[in-house]
């Protein structure tokens, strides 16, 4: 009964530590119970019990998918079932870790790599190993199946900027490593897994090496945030609409001219600040741009009258596929070049397996119909209307302004649920893009806590790369 009590402790401080809970310090104790566990059970019992604190978490944190199914007209049942299918996946990860560390904590004492601390052969502990095992099947759940790195544990820390500095080296992984660290190094001071003498100073090494290690990280955030003066930085002024349309609304036609109203009012109280670029939602226009002569005409006709270029997100059909593309225009209102979305929403704009699948779950037939974009594309603008347009498809597949006058500066646009994935991001960064955009529809969620969390992945993508990152949700 009393691990069972711990791993649902595990849970729900696991759970508390995201948003809109945001009680972030509890990340770092949260694991103790867990692994207080895995020290005294054997492996087939911690798989048990690190499922359960795994369910727990992961329900916890996605429980928004219930309300975003109900809002969307599906059955409540179908929601459920889709939330515990989703959380008892990503809890079998939390279950291998409990498995790998009760294997670990009965050959290796106090689990750890040992080294010797002076002549006289006294061994201590590194309380690594378990943050090794935890990061590596962090990263194979954001890789695996496509992947879904929603609720790492390091996201929790996105408000702790001194901390998660370490990001532009480490990555987000980084961050989880200095947490499950930390969380290793307490439980081993509370939980008597070694016995004999030096047992006491070996648990206080590892209390020190976890100290250091965090004093460490912590020192360099402070050092980075009091040095990082973002000279190097484009010199650019955006406005960035907010529609803030019912999801529900978007594609009814007897709300069309709200909606373009809507956009239209949005873009005239912009022009009053004389920005450069204007960046508009996810599928902000109600409708299919290059389809439709009169959204297309509208949307030119806000870029001329603002004298400035638009960033724009549309759904766009070609060659009887569908994308959920990005588009620019020109203060002139040229369209000069378009980004499709790469990285898909599984079971949302994309089904894997779905003539199977939908032979049992007849919704999936209405859903997936959105095709996957094959380039990293780079835009590139300057606050003149003075420019010339060349094409370099074979290295980067963008398009660059070559200015008359100034200089040129380069931006990426990323769509939803692409921001949660650190190395597409790097890509569109290693291509030369001085400025992160990320256009994203987070009406689909209400008022739950999806849309803060998909917001705080941002954080870690501007530390990451060390470029601005510009979000219109």
Not at 24 to 45: D, Q
Not at 199 to 220: D, M
Not at 302 to 324: E, P, W
Request: with cysteine; glycine share 6%.
């Amino acid at each position: 009964m009393t691990n069972l009590l711990l791993s649902i402790l595990t849970g729900i401080l696991l759970t508390l530590s995201f948003p809109k809970f945001n009680f972030s310090f509890l990340a770092w104790i949260a694991l103790v119970p867990l692994l207080i566990v895995t020290y005294n059970t054997r492996p087939k019992t911690a798989f048990l019990f690190g499922l359960i604190a795994g369910v727990i978490t992961y329900c916890g944190i996605l429980y928004w998918i219930v309300p975003t199914f109900t809002a969307a007209g599906e059955p409540r049942i179908l929601g459920i079932f889709c939330l515990l299918l989703l959380a008892i996946y990503c809890s079998l990860y939390v279950a291998v870790f409990c498995v790998l560390n009760s294997f670990l904590s009965k050959s290796l004492p106090l689990c750890r790599s040992r080294f010797r601390r002076n002549k006289r052969g006294i061994k201590g502990d590194l309380p690594f190993a378990p943050a090794f095992l935890w990061v590596s099947l962090e990263y194979i759940r954001a890789h695996l199946f496509s992947g879904f790195p929603w609720g790492i544990i390091g996201y929790s820390q996105w408000n702790f900027l001194q901390i998660i500095q370490i990001a532009d080296i480490t990555g987000i992984y980084g961050v989880s490593f200095l947490i499950v660290t930390v969380n290793t190094a307490l439980s081993l001071i509370l939980a008597p897994c070694g016995r004999g003498e030096g047992e006491g100073n070996i648990k206080i090494q590892n209390l020190i090496v976890a100290t250091v290690l965090f004093s460490f990280v912590l020192v360099y955030g402070i050092f980075s945030l009091k040095n990082y003066t973002g000279d190097k930085l484009p010199s650019i002024k955006i406005a960035v609409l907010q529609g803030n349309i019912d999801q529900y609304k978007k594609w009814d036609n007897s709300y069309r001219q709200e909606i373009i109203e809507a956009y239209t009012k949005l873009v005239k109280k912009a022009m009053k600040y004389k920005p450069d670029i204007v960046v508009w939602p996810e599928s902000a226009v109600p409708g299919y741009l290059l389809m439709e002569r009169d959204l297309y005409d509208w949307v030119k006709g806000l870029a001329i009258q603002s004298k400035c270029y638009h960033l724009v997100g549309t759904v766009q059909c070609k060659d009887k596929n569908i994308y959920n593309s990005a588009f620019i225009f020109t203060p002139d209102g040229r369209l000069l070049d378009e980004y499709s979305k790469i990285h898909l929403v599984p079971f949302g704009e994309t089904i894997p397996l779905k003539p199977l699948l939908s032979r049992y779950i007849k919704t999936l037939n209405e859903l997936g119909d959105i095709s996957s974009g094959d380039r990293h594309t780079v835009f590139s603008i300057h606050p003149t209307n003075k420019i010339v347009l060349r094409t370099n498809k074979i290295v980067l597949r963008t398009n660059k302004i070559v200015l008359r006058t100034g200089r040129t500066t380069t931006l990426s646009a990323n769509i939803c649920f692409e921001s949660i994935f650190p190395d597409l991001i790097r890509r569109f960064s290693k291509h030369g893009s001085d400025i992160i955009v990320n256009i994203t529809n987070d009406g689909w969620y209400l008022k739950t806590s999806a849309p803060y969390q998909h917001f705080t992945f941002n954080i870690f993508r501007a530390i990451e790369n060390r470029k601005p990152v510009v979000r219109s949700a």
